[in-house]
């Protein structure tokens, strides 16, 4: 999204900690400051610092706790292997759920996939790692942060049966 809120369809080409090459057929003169929702990042700010064939550069506006995050996001990605996950992962059916916390506090929140052992949620709230919580009757607790929300392992697992049922294989 540029500074005049205009939003152009980008894909990343490489990224790390500092910045990100986009690929994008919108033209953006240099110095320029925009705002990239990147899929499984998430919203990031920083400076056009220069363009490249079919594309440009923009370094990140991440310092102190945010940069780390977004180390740790990439470290995570670069090190994740889907086909070495404990359970197979679902898409549900009814995404819409709420989590509650241990004081009682309730979100909404939209279950992205679930597996017999936990979920990947989009929500707003980002809950402490080890934070106890409920997804809908679901007691775990959050073990990792993702793009869009929260990892949730789930303190006891999900009868197979029930979940394939209410699931989009």
Same mark, same amino acid.
């Given at each position: /999204? *540029? ?8 894909? %990343? ?7 990100? @090459? ?18 499984? $990042?998430?919203?990031?700010? !920083?400076?056009? =610092? +220069?363009?490249? =064939?079919? !594309?440009?550069? %923009?370094?990140? +506006?991440? @310092? ?28 549900? @059916?009814?995404? %819409?759920?709420? $989590?509650? *916390? ?13 597996? $017999? ?6 929500t ?10 409920s *997804?809908? =009757?679901?007691? !775990?607790? %959050? ?5 869009? !929300?929260i990892?949730?392992?789930? /303190? ?5 049966? =029930?979940? @394939?049922?209410?699931? $989009? *294989?």
């Amino acid at each position: /999204m *540029l500074p005049d809120m205009t939003e152009h369809p980008c894909q %990343v080409s490489s990224i790390d900690a500092d910045g990100a @090459t986009l690929l994008c057929e919108h033209s953006v003169e240099p110095g320029t400051t925009i705002i990239a929702y990147l899929e499984d $990042i998430g919203r990031v700010d !920083g400076t056009l =610092k +220069n363009t490249t =064939k079919g !594309g440009f550069y %923009v370094a990140f +506006n991440l @310092t102190g706790k945010r940069r780390e995050r977004m180390e740790r996001r990439l470290d995570w990605f670069e090190s994740a292997d889907p086909a070495g996950r404990r359970d197979d992962r679902y898409v549900p @059916t009814e995404s %819409v759920s709420q $989590i509650t *916390l241990s004081d009682g506090r309730e979100y909404e929140c939209e279950v992205l996939d679930i597996s $017999i052992s936990g979920a990947s949620i989009k929500t707003d709230v980002l809950p402490s790692i080890g934070t106890y919580l409920s *997804l809908g =009757k679901m007691r !775990g607790r %959050v073990v990792r942060y993702t793009a869009d !929300g929260i990892g949730i392992e789930f /303190m006891r697992q999900l009868e197979s049966e =029930k979940l @394939t049922e209410q699931a $989009i *294989l």
